[in-house]
């Protein structure tokens, strides 16, 4: 059984960047796409973007200026970074798996909510 | 990107009702199309996947059906554990994309 959870600091503050990280516990291979996904308070799911095992990634176009996805095999973990954060930014925070023969997320981890505030 | 569009926004139905919610996509895609139920303070639960095939472990009254650039996602005999927000999501292209949520409710 896969797990992931979330971790990271809950507060940030305008114009500085959010850094979150996602531990994978069981298969964390590169069968899978690692992704981050949010959800604006009282809004839908937003897909953030992706990293592969090896370090490959794809990102939402509307975020890439600011969004860095990276992986650390050794840790079975990866992490978001996303800089110049707004009050826009505060969201629930999810990562999952993506699993391509299901084309589905099919695990995720708990979500964790980031308020961007003074 | 694909756009995803869900109708309606939101509904009320009661226990034991059969509901049917749709979704659809601004261009085809094939089946990849997947079903997520989310309660508030939860992670989505995935539901369905390639348009029609049920995850393990989700019961049998949730059932998927489409193709193309059209889908629904129907739940018959409405259980109290149902009410929740249900999105689609589209995986045809891997900028994934997600309708904007049907909400159930009593």
């Known amino acids: 059984q896969v797990q992931l959870q979330e971790s990271g600091p809950r507060l940030v503050k305008p114009s500085e960047t959010l850094s979150l990280s996602c531990g994978v516990s069981g298969d964390f291979s590169s069968s899978y796409y690692w992704t981050w996904i949010r959800q604006a308070p009282g809004k839908g799911l937003e897909w953030i973007g992706y990293?592969?095992?090896?370090?490959?990634?794809d990102y939402n176009p509307s975020l890439r200026s600011r969004l860095t996805i990276s992986v650390d095999q050794s840790k079975q973990q990866f992490s978001l970074k996303l800089s110049a954060v707004t009050a826009a930014d505060t969201a629930v925070y999810f990562c999952?798996?993506?699993?391509?023969?299901?084309?589905?997320?099919?695990?995720w981890g708990h979500g964790t909510l980031v308020t961007v505030s003074s | 990107d694909i756009q995803m569009t869900q109708s309606p926004s939101s509904l009320s139905a009661s226990v034991g009702d059969r509901v049917t919610i749709t979704c659809r996509a601004s261009?085809?895609?094939?089946?990849?199309l997947s079903w997520y139920q989310k309660k508030p303070g939860k992670a989505p639960n995935l539901l369905i996947y390639t348009a029609s095939t049920l995850q393990g472990g989700v019961p049998s009254r949730f059932s998927g059906s489409g193709s193309g650039t059209d889908f629904a996602l129907t739940i018959s005999n409405l259980q109290p554990e149902d009410f929740a927000t249900y999105y689609c999501?589209?995986?045809?292209?891997?900028?994934?994309?997600f309708g904007p949520g049907t909400t159930v409710d009593i």
């Open positions: 990293t592969f095992y090896s370090g490959s990634t």
């Open positions: 999501q589209q995986s045809y292209n891997t900028h994934f994309s």
């Open positions: 999952a798996r993506y699993a391509p023969i299901s084309g589905a997320f099919d695990f």
């Open positions: 261009e085809s895609i094939s089946r990849y």
